[in-house]
């Protein structure tokens, strides 16, 4: 962290961490981890938001903790859950001791005998701050984005049996949500907060050549033109970065130097991800085959 003295280093250490950034979301980070606030990362799917964090925690050599969202998601699995068999085991232990009914409670509701879980292992990491990943906060339910306020704003856990646990280390906090409902006001407030969009045609060519540097140029436009206009479709599933990448690679397999409609029918499966998708280029001829 204290080598990262301002954007452009950090932009320059995204790049040799095989991240393609822009100077807003370089700045940003610097701001993260200069102010210590979380930060909201917002976009479609498959932009590589994800990917921030997993670059992020290599860059700083600092161990990546994630929690993955999802509808239902509770206190227990996110935060912490006490060892129940443990517990009766310990009470069956206490039968016919002097200790009182306070001092019992106060064994079996130990650190001990607490599981820790994504959220709790954040803030208790005694030898240096973790990055802790909110993956897709806006698959879980309004409740638990609530809950994640004390947390957001003042880096503690409050356990009913235990009382308030403060942050050891406190953990570099990214939060990612694909925008399938919008989230409150109160859980912005505590963050910063950046969009990521789709690359443009430019950005995504040099993401794809960092990732496949092998990749010839005519192909790799090629790969990239057509995903582009893709996008501007009405598909089920747009693709994302992983998808074009992924896409690129099984040409590259297949010993394709360029897109053309038996390569297209050959591997479509490793960019489009629904079948209604796929049947509705298949029965096209996309723009691309006659450039």
């Known amino acids: 962290?204290?080598?990262?003295?301002?954007?452009?280093?950090?932009?320059?250490?995204?790049?040799?961490?095989?991240?393609?950034?822009?100077?807003?979301?370089a700045t940003v980070l610097f701001l993260m981890l200069r102010l210590r606030k979380p930060l909201l990362l917002e976009g479609p799917p498959g932009v590589g938001k994800t990917e921030i964090a997993l670059v992020l925690s290599d860059l700083l050599q600092t161990p990546l903790i994630r929690l993955q969202c999802y509808e239902g998601l509770d206190v227990n699995a996110a935060v912490y859950e006490w060892n129940y068999q443990k517990q009766l085991l310990g009470i069956r232990l206490q039968e016919g001791s002097d200790l009182s009914v306070a001092e019992k409670e106060k064994h079996i509701f130990g650190p001990d005998y607490l599981l820790k879980r994504p959220l709790l292992q954040s803030i208790t990491n005694d030898t240096q701050s973790p990055v802790l990943l909110i993956d897709e906060l806006d698959r879980s339910d309004e409740e638990f984005e609530a809950f994640l306020l004390e947390l957001l704003s003042a880096f503690q856990i409050s356990i009913p049996e235990i009382g308030t646990i403060k942050a050891t280390h406190k953990p570099y906090i990214i939060l990612t949500s694909n925008r399938t409902r919008e989230l409150s006001d109160a859980l912005k407030r505590r963050c910063l907060y950046h969009w990521i969009d789709y690359p443009s045609l430019d950005k995504e060519m040099a993401i794809v050549h960092k990732r496949l540097p092998h990749i010839e140029t005519q192909l790799?436009?090629?790969?990239?033109?057509?995903?582009?206009?893709?996008?501007?479709?009405?598909?089920?599933?747009?693709?994302?970065?992983?998808?074009?990448?992924?896409?690129?690679?099984?040409?590259?397999?297949?010993?394709?130097?360029?897109?053309?409609?038996?390569?297209?029918?050959?591997?479509?499966?490793?960019?489009?991800?629904?079948?209604?998708?796929?049947?509705?280029?298949?029965?096209?001829?996309?723009?691309?085959?006659?450039?």
Do not use: C
């Open 1 to 25: 962290m204290d080598s990262l003295k301002n954007s452009s280093e950090i932009l320059a250490a995204l790049e040799n961490h095989q991240y393609v950034a822009d100077d807003e979301l």
């Open 220 to 291: 790799l436009k090629q790969v990239v033109d057509f995903v582009q206009e893709l996008r501007q479709r009405k598909l089920a599933k747009t693709p994302g970065i992983s998808e074009t990448i992924d896409w690129a690679e099984s040409l590259m397999a297949l010993g394709y130097r360029d897109v053309n409609q038996k390569a297209i029918q050959q591997t479509l499966g490793s960019l489009l991800k629904s079948v209604d998708d796929i049947r509705l280029i298949h029965n096209e001829n996309p723009s691309v085959l006659n450039q």
